[in-house]
């Protein structure tokens, strides 16, 4: 099987750059900068991608790399960092750029030189996200321009006959223009990339890890009903079976009939499945609690408790395993990427389970990619698009205090949206949308007669990241047989409002 190797020098789009890479349906992985020269050899990869990184190649403490790996005879591209690596190596000259000339951020107009194959077929001009501070003051030899920009002639660099390139942009992430073209061109014009490997082989290449580490080992896993944790269930089930015992802790705050959902969809697996039916306790530890974040306090220690109290029937297991993914990874820090932040799935094992080691089987992979590897493993359309859900469940999106009277009327409510999002075919134009019970009621008129009930908010949103978004402009007509529908089917709401608020300012969920 072809393979590239990601080369990670500190960047915070490293595995970003990967996944740019599986999309072109070319096996790729991710190691350190400080792989050694002979292991990489024994990899045998078509391709090698220097990444972005913090360090400016001149300084003695920077990340460096064996300079003979420019004498193995395989195409190189670099990539901001990466590609002053490769002129620094190689006889050129970096330095410190100065401000009005040679220091880009963000987006900027950039000027190609399509005969270069790194940008064959594509257009002569461009917008690419720059964010360098240093300059390539001298090219080395060999290498001609292959980009400029207003303010900096060195923006791309090419030795074609070695197979040698450098990008000062960043062409893995969505805001340069034509970026994956770029990649492909690399895979495909310069490594000679076949495209031949997909979703099924990494499927096949982590069972087959899991087994063998496994053995004849005792695995749990804590089930949310989540995508990252399903498909993670699904993969250790496929893999080693009814050695696998999943927990699901029902804790009575999810959506209308997700917990019948779930345990439906591990039917098809001779594993454990164990459903902890904890609602009447969650609900009473919630009871008369109004702060979002006491709510959350309360549903995690509860959650810990009855997750701990179930595996302590099954007695000793040898692995626990998480459905971290890779988003969760890079937050936490990843190789040589500087740590944005602890994220909850990362950093210190539970001590509330008896286990030798840890299983991470997606914590290399994109959300899209968890998706796609759980369409391989026969998991069913519902649960692999769902749409994300937070821990605390609906008890977050019932604004005030909790009672299953409200939790059964927003469940219904939320239904009614997503059944009409999905009878108009919206699913794909929104990223994520959901009801919200206020705790604000109003006058109404039903019938005859004078109501006073609460409102319901509907939110919905656009969004590649996550970490900002837009409000979903739907159509009015969806709206109104939403609206329709919920003050007719649903008891004690009689007004329904949309909300317009981007992030930022406001963020997705409400509370």
Avoid at 266 to 288: P, Q, T
Avoid at 431 to 458: C, E
């Amino acid at each position: 099987m072809q393979k590239v190797i990601v080369l990670d020098f500190g960047g915070q789009y490293n595995q970003l750059i990967a996944r740019r890479v599986r999309e072109c349906n070319v096996y790729c992985e991710v190691k350190p900068y400080t792989t050694a020269l002979d292991k990489l050899k024994a990899e045998a990869p078509i391709g090698i991608i220097f990444t972005g990184g913090p360090n400016s190649v001149y300084d003695p403490a920077s990340p460096q790399v064996d300079p003979a790996i420019f004498e193995l005879g395989i195409p190189v591209l670099g990539i901001c960092y990466g590609c002053q690596l490769l002129a620094h190596h190689l006889g050129g000259k970096v330095t410190a750029g100065t401000e009005d000339t040679t220091r880009e951020y963000g987006k900027t107009e950039t000027y190609f030189n399509t005969d270069c194959k790194l940008f064959k077929g594509l257009p002569r001009e461009g917008v690419t996200w720059m964010s360098h501070g240093d300059y390539m003051e001298k090219v080395p030899e060999g290498f001609s321009l292959a980009a400029h920009s207003d303010a900096c002639p060195t923006v791309a660099i090419c030795d074609e006959k070695r197979g040698f390139y450098g990008v000062q942009f960043h062409p893995e992430v969505n805001h340069t223009q034509h970026g994956s073209d770029m990649i492909h061109n690399f895979l495909y014009e310069v490594c000679g990339a076949k495209g031949d490997w997909t979703m099924g082989d990494y499927k096949d290449t982590a069972i087959r890890e899991i087994r063998e580490k496994v053995g004849d080992g005792k695995v749990l896993l804590a089930l949310s009903g989540g995508v990252d944790s399903s498909v993670a269930a699904a993969l250790v089930a496929e893999a080693v079976g009814s050695q696998l015992t999943c927990v699901f802790v029902d804790h009575g705050l999810m959506r209308l009939n997700e917990g019948d959902e779930v345990e439906e969809a591990f039917k098809k697996w001779d594993i454990n499945f164990v459903r902890a039916n904890a609602e009447d306790l969650f609900l009473g530890k919630l009871a008369g609690v109004t702060d979002p974040e006491r709510k959350r306090k309360i549903i995690g220690e509860e959650f810990i408790r009855v997750f701990e109290a179930e595996a302590k029937k099954i007695g000793r297991v040898d692995y626990l395993v998480q459905g971290t993914i890779y988003p969760d990874v890079i937050e936490s820090g990843l190789g040589a990427s500087a740590t944005i932040k602890s994220h909850h799935n990362v950093g210190g094992l539970p001590d509330y389970v008896d286990f030798k080691e840890i299983i991470e089987p997606l914590r290399m992979l994109f959300k899209d990619e968890v998706r796609s590897l759980g369409r391989e493993l026969g998991l069913p359309e519902y649960l692999v698009m769902r749409q994300p859900f937070p821990g605390p469940g609906l008890a977050i999106r019932v604004i005030g205090e909790i009672t299953k009277e409200k939790l059964d009327t927003l469940r219904l409510a939320d239904f009614i949206f997503r059944d009409e999002v999905a009878k108009a075919k919206l699913e794909s134009s929104m990223n994520q949308y959901f009801a919200v019970l206020t705790n604000m009621r109003s006058v109404g008129v039903m019938g005859d007669g004078r109501t006073y009930d609460y409102t319901l908010a509907l939110r919905s949103v656009t969004t590649t990241d996550f970490m900002t978004a837009d409000w979903t402009r739907i159509p009015y007509d969806v709206l109104d047989r939403v609206s329709v529908r919920i003050v007719n089917e649903v008891p004690h709401i009689n007004r329904i409002v949309y909300d317009i608020t981007s992030k930022p300012p406001a963020t997705i969920e409400w509370e």
